[in-house]
């Protein structure tokens, strides 16, 4: 079956420590995004990739980092700048009508 | 900027009865994309239903319906006869149809609860 795959569902980062959240799709599409959600403010954009090897920052880029070397994957990492990374992280991607599939999300807990 | 608004912080109905969720949104563009996402306790985000600006019918997806007020920048989701499945956090977003400003913007959501 085709969808969105996050790893892991929960993951834990002491402080000053690079972490990294998989994202692997396998519905052949080509836009990718990453969203940070908080308790009572929505989804927020920190990156997204229209294309393979192409990626722009979101609204909240700072102290995230992205990469896009695989039309499936685009892994997200967490750096030891991002002051409050303690939050739920989702993934998604792009049908041609703009609708977006989402995993099932990442609960990073800083410890 | 594009700016998505959800005024409702929380919602509740009874069950069989119909519940009205609204959502505003500022934005210069004549031709876009709209969106209702629930994200039910598994916070998997699941697509409701999708607008697209150009189309003056409103659409409907069983006991999802919008309505659309273009010229007010309204969207707002009817649900019809709710269902206790259907308690769960609803998103607004909208979409630009433009590759080089091609994000996906969220409303805060709106938390339903159904009763019995």
């Known amino acids: 079956d085709g969808g969105i795959t996050q790893s892991p569902k929960y993951l834990f980062r002491k402080e000053g420590q690079n972490v990294t959240l998989s994202c692997e799709q396998n519905?052949?599409?080509?836009?990718m995004y990453w969203y940070r959600q908080d308790p009572g403010q929505g989804l927020r954009l920190i990156y997204y990739?229209?294309?393979?090897?192409?990626?722009q920052k979101g609204d909240i880029a700072e102290g995230y980092s992205v990469s896009r070397e695989k039309k499936e994957s685009f892994p997200l990492t967490v750096t030891s700048a991002q002051k409050n990374p303690t939050a739920f992280y989702l993934c998604?991607?792009?049908?041609?009508?703009?609708?977006?599939?989402f995993g099932q999300g990442t609960r990073l807990t800083v410890v | 900027a594009q700016t998505v608004t959800q005024s409702q912080p929380e919602m509740s109905v009874q069950e069989a009865e119909t519940v009205t969720l609204s959502c505003t949104y500022d934005?210069?563009?004549?031709?876009?994309?709209l969106f209702w996402y629930k994200q039910p306790p598994s916070r998997q985000m699941i697509l409701v239903i999708r607008q697209e600006a150009y189309k003056q019918q409103n659409a409907t997806e069983n006991r999802f319906s919008v309505n659309f007020q273009k010229a007010a920048k309204s969207f707002s989701l009817k649900i019809s006869d709710s269902q206790l499945g259907d308690a769960a956090m609803y998103f607004c977003?909208?979409?630009?149809?433009?590759?080089?400003?091609?994000?996906?913007?969220f409303g805060t959501g709106t938390r339903l609860q159904v009763f019995p």
């Open positions: 519905l052949n599409h080509d836009a």
């Open positions: 990739s229209q294309i393979v090897n192409d990626f």
């Open positions: 934005t210069s563009e004549s031709d876009y994309y």
């Open positions: 977003a909208y979409r630009s149809p433009s590759y080089n400003t091609d994000k996906l913007i």
């Open positions: 998604a991607s792009f049908t041609d009508r703009r609708e977006a599939f």
